[in-house]
Protein backbone atom coordinates (compact mmCIF):
# COMPACT_ATOMS: atom_id res chain seq x y z
CA UNK A 1 0.00 0.00 0.00
CA UNK A 2 1.34 3.65 -0.34
CA UNK A 3 1.67 6.03 1.72
CA UNK A 4 1.02 9.76 1.55
CA UNK A 5 2.78 12.37 3.04
CA UNK A 6 3.92 16.10 3.09
CA UNK A 7 6.63 16.71 0.90
CA UNK A 8 10.30 17.25 1.56
CA UNK A 9 13.16 18.47 -0.70
CA UNK A 10 15.27 15.23 -0.37
CA UNK A 11 12.16 13.19 -1.49
CA UNK A 12 13.28 14.86 -4.47
CA UNK A 13 16.27 13.45 -4.88
CA UNK A 14 15.17 9.95 -4.45
CA UNK A 15 12.49 9.97 -7.03
CA UNK A 16 13.05 8.20 -10.32
CA UNK A 17 11.37 10.53 -13.11
CA UNK A 18 9.19 8.93 -15.72
CA UNK A 19 10.94 9.49 -19.40
CA UNK A 20 8.65 12.29 -20.02
CA UNK A 21 10.03 14.17 -17.33
CA UNK A 22 13.25 13.28 -17.56
CA UNK A 23 14.24 17.13 -18.77
CA UNK A 24 13.27 18.16 -15.81
CA UNK A 25 16.03 15.97 -13.73
CA UNK A 26 18.64 18.91 -15.39
CA UNK A 27 17.20 21.61 -12.87
CA UNK A 28 16.44 19.35 -10.11
CA UNK A 29 18.69 20.40 -7.98
CA UNK A 30 18.77 21.28 -3.61
CA UNK A 31 17.79 24.37 -4.77
CA UNK A 32 15.13 23.78 -7.13
CA UNK A 33 14.11 21.10 -4.15
CA UNK A 34 13.97 23.80 -1.48
CA UNK A 35 11.95 26.36 -3.57
CA UNK A 36 9.32 23.58 -4.18
CA UNK A 37 8.61 23.31 -0.79
CA UNK A 38 8.58 26.63 0.25
CA UNK A 39 6.38 27.53 -2.14
CA UNK A 40 3.19 26.46 -1.01
CA UNK A 41 1.50 23.04 -0.18
CA UNK A 42 2.69 19.73 -1.55
CA UNK A 43 2.59 16.08 -0.85
CA UNK A 44 4.78 13.00 -1.67
CA UNK A 45 3.43 9.09 -2.81
CA UNK A 46 5.94 6.67 -1.28
CA UNK A 47 5.56 2.82 -2.40
CA UNK A 48 5.86 -0.06 0.33
CA UNK A 49 9.52 -0.44 -0.54
CA UNK A 50 9.90 3.02 1.08
CA UNK A 51 10.87 4.67 -2.22
CA UNK A 52 9.37 7.89 -3.63
CA UNK A 53 6.44 7.11 -6.22
CA UNK A 54 5.42 10.93 -6.84
CA UNK A 55 5.76 13.98 -5.16
CA UNK A 56 3.27 17.32 -6.20
CA UNK A 57 1.91 20.45 -5.20
CA UNK A 58 0.77 23.89 -5.96
CA UNK A 59 3.58 26.53 -5.97
CA UNK A 60 1.74 30.13 -5.18
CA UNK A 61 2.74 32.91 -7.62
CA UNK A 62 0.18 35.11 -5.90
CA UNK A 63 -2.97 35.35 -4.24
CA UNK A 64 -5.12 33.68 -5.94
CA UNK A 65 -2.97 32.04 -8.84
CA UNK A 66 -0.63 28.90 -8.20
CA UNK A 67 0.99 26.74 -10.06
CA UNK A 68 0.38 22.98 -10.24
CA UNK A 69 3.30 20.84 -10.43
CA UNK A 70 3.90 17.12 -10.21
CA UNK A 71 6.97 15.14 -11.14
CA UNK A 72 6.18 10.55 -11.15
CA UNK A 73 8.45 7.75 -11.31
CA UNK A 74 7.19 5.00 -13.87
CA UNK A 75 5.86 2.57 -11.30
CA UNK A 76 3.25 5.62 -9.61
CA UNK A 77 -0.16 4.47 -9.16
CA UNK A 78 -2.27 6.74 -11.30
CA UNK A 79 -5.32 6.20 -9.29
CA UNK A 80 -3.54 7.10 -5.99
CA UNK A 81 -1.24 10.29 -7.61
CA UNK A 82 -4.88 11.36 -9.05
CA UNK A 83 -6.44 11.48 -5.94
CA UNK A 84 -3.95 13.28 -3.95
CA UNK A 85 -3.84 15.82 -7.02
CA UNK A 86 -8.03 16.14 -6.76
CA UNK A 87 -7.85 16.57 -3.17
CA UNK A 88 -4.62 19.28 -2.84
CA UNK A 89 -6.59 21.35 -5.94
CA UNK A 90 -10.22 20.70 -4.56
CA UNK A 91 -9.07 22.08 -0.90
CA UNK A 92 -6.61 25.11 -2.38
CA UNK A 93 -8.94 28.36 -2.08
CA UNK A 94 -6.75 29.61 -5.46
CA UNK A 95 -8.98 31.07 -8.12
CA UNK A 96 -6.25 30.42 -10.98
CA UNK A 97 -4.55 27.35 -11.14
CA UNK A 98 -2.02 26.36 -14.22
CA UNK A 99 0.06 23.85 -15.16
CA UNK A 100 2.26 22.79 -18.23
CA UNK A 101 2.31 19.49 -20.46
CA UNK A 102 5.33 18.82 -22.72
CA UNK A 103 3.07 19.15 -26.50
CA UNK A 104 4.61 15.64 -27.01
CA UNK A 105 3.06 13.83 -24.11
CA UNK A 106 -0.65 12.76 -24.49
CA UNK A 107 -0.91 11.01 -20.78
CA UNK A 108 0.10 14.20 -19.47
CA UNK A 109 -2.34 16.31 -21.55
CA UNK A 110 -5.36 13.35 -20.73
CA UNK A 111 -4.17 13.65 -16.59
CA UNK A 112 -4.76 17.60 -16.97
CA UNK A 113 -8.11 17.63 -18.92
CA UNK A 114 -9.41 14.67 -15.92
CA UNK A 115 -8.00 17.10 -13.48
CA UNK A 116 -10.25 19.99 -14.81
CA UNK A 117 -7.07 21.90 -16.32
CA UNK A 118 -8.34 23.78 -19.87
CA UNK A 119 -5.67 24.36 -22.67
CA UNK A 120 -4.76 27.83 -23.33
CA UNK A 121 -1.54 27.72 -25.47
CA UNK A 122 1.92 26.70 -26.34
CA UNK A 123 4.60 28.10 -25.20
CA UNK A 124 7.43 28.07 -27.27
CA UNK A 125 11.15 26.54 -25.62
CA UNK A 126 9.40 26.59 -22.18
CA UNK A 127 11.44 23.80 -20.72
CA UNK A 128 15.11 23.75 -19.92
CA UNK A 129 15.94 21.39 -22.89
CA UNK A 130 13.64 23.89 -25.45
CA UNK A 131 10.92 21.88 -25.09
CA UNK A 132 7.29 23.29 -26.36
CA UNK A 133 4.64 22.80 -23.23
CA UNK A 134 1.32 23.46 -23.38
CA UNK A 135 -0.42 26.03 -20.66
CA UNK A 136 -3.51 24.73 -19.06
CA UNK A 137 -5.40 26.50 -16.34
CA UNK A 138 -7.69 25.36 -13.84
CA UNK A 139 -10.41 28.29 -13.07
CA UNK A 140 -12.63 28.04 -9.57
Known amino acids: MASLVA ?3 EHL ?5 QPAQDGTADVMDE ?14 LFGRDGRPLA ?3 LYGVWTGRA ?3 ALLSPLAPMV ?13 GVR ?13 HRWATMLGFRPEG ?4 FCPRGRDHTLYARID
Open 96 to 108: RVECFVDVDFPQG
Open 67 to 69: IAW
Open 7 to 9: FLP
Open 55 to 57: CGG
Open 31 to 44: AYALGLAAGGPAWT
Open 80 to 92: AVTRAARVMLGGS
Open 13 to 17: SALAL
Open 122 to 125: VMRA
